[in-house]
């Protein structure tokens, strides 16, 4: 199908809906999502935004600034995965346990606001990555439009663009919890120091990054047209690390690679910046 098709086709599948719950992050795939359904129902469309330490500081934010810029009723929640030992441990299937707090705390909020459905924002490339949280999402009876409308993220990008969505070339983000490798337990103070090292860097103007945590060391994924202003910035950026507690600050030459963290459980990452 054309890019125009797919886009009738995920106005036809929400408009089967009687009303719906978007769960919202800000991200490009949920805004798309969110723009859509409030286009075909109006006021029976709502967004739920779960406040959490594995969100971003910045990102909540921006999530609440967008949806009030489409004139949709957002609802906010707070998650507790982190209270989940099951999660806090960091296993290998911990977007499971993630995504199943979301969900869990979006039913009764779907009930009380009258919404029928809980949409996700799951697209065609998800298939190809390693996502526990697909699993939790069909558990809880979720829908995801953007996957049964047959789109990818580079079509959600190009339809977002179409529709003048400020997202539509917004960097690649991702909860701060894949910043920590399976195994290392995840605490709000961790996640604290991961966001403030990342917010710092975003500052100096990198755009799409990671800071990996390995305990004492501060791991740092840019693209690598990037490289040659961190090594310019160079004493800045160590004294940030330091600041924030880590020892050492190290610059990983492979490149930004959204879910690099996967190859250590033996799963090579879908995309890398280094080609």
């Known amino acids: ?13 929400i408009a089967a809906q009687e009303s719906v719950l978007v769960c919202f992050s800000g991200g490009v795939d949920s805004t798309l999502l969110l723009r859509v359904a409030h286009d075909v129902l109006g006021d029976r469309c709502m967004a739920l935004i779960a406040l959490s330490p594995t969100m971003a500081q910045s990102e909540q934010r921006a999530a609440l600034d967008l949806a009030a810029g489409m004139g949709v009723r957002c609802e906010t ?13 960091n296993p290998k299937d911990r977007c499971y346990y993630c995504k199943s707090e979301l ?8 009930q009380r606001l009258g919404c029928k459905a809980i ?12 996502r526990p949280g697909l699993q939790a999402a069909k558990d809880h009876g979720a829908q995801h439009p ?3 409308a047959g789109l990818n993220k580079q079509e959600i990008r190009e339809l977002s663009k179409e529709l003048g969505l400020s997202t539509w070339d ?5 909860c701060l919890s894949s910043r ?7 605490t709000p103070e961790r996640l604290q120091q991961v966001d403030a090292f990342e917010e710092g860097l975003r500052a100096l103007g990198f755009r799409q990054l990671r800071v990996r945590f390995h305990n004492e060391i501060a791991r740092v994924e840019i693209e690598p047209d990037a490289m040659p202003r961190a090594l310019e910035l160079r004493e800045t950026i160590v004294k940030l690390g330091r ?11 492979a490149g930004f690679a959204s879910g690099s963290l996967n190859q250590l459980i033996g799963i090579r990452p879908r995309a890398s910046a280094a080609k």
């Open 146 to 148: 953007l996957l049964d």
């Open 1 to 13: 199908m054309t890019l125009p098709q797919k886009h009738q086709a995920l106005r036809d599948l």
């Open 180 to 186: 920590f490798p399976y195994g290392t337990t995840i």
């Open 170 to 174: 917004k960097p690649q983000l991702a």
């Open 103 to 110: 969900l869990t705390i979006a039913a009764p909020v779907a």
């Open 119 to 130: 949409l996700v924002g799951t697209n065609v490339d998800d298939l190809g990555d390693y």
């Open 243 to 253: 600041k924030l507690g880590f020892t050492f600050v190290v610059l990983d030459l």
């Open 77 to 89: 929640v707070h998650s507790h995965e982190l209270s989940r030992p099951e999660f806090q441990s």
